[in-house]
């Protein structure tokens, strides 16, 4: 059981440190391609550079969002699952 036990667990850390990788990753392409076209758009037309910068914002706090929910899939993957106790024990955190 303690070996399905750490073998299960260094399957969710693999798979959370793989998943936050591609999530942040994803996150700062698609964050560099937004802040390039804000920049863009108030180049070529400086007058509109309040709109586009709140929009900008806006864009790219919805875009880290989805890096911040990786991020907690990943902590749930590595503290959260049903074999945690085990584990504890098996590290010493067990006492």
């Known amino acids: 059981m303690e070996a399905t036990a750490l073998n299960f667990f260094i399957a969710c850390v693999t798979a959370a440190g793989f998943g936050i990788s591609v999530a942040a990753f ?3 392409l698609a964050q560099g391609m ?3 076209a804000a ?3 108030i180049a070529r037309n400086p007058e509109s550079s309040g ?3 709140v929009t900008m914002l806006i ?3 919805m875009i880290e969002s989805l890096c911040i929910y990786a991020l907690v899939i990943a902590l749930i993957l590595i503290y959260a699952h049903p074999q945690a106790a085990t584990i504890a024990g098996l590290l010493g955190g067990g006492h």
């Open 34 to 36: 937004g802040l390039k």
């Open 39 to 41: 920049v863009e758009g």
């Open 51 to 53: 709109k586009v910068t």
């Open 26 to 28: 994803g996150c700062g």
């Open 59 to 61: 864009g790219l706090a």
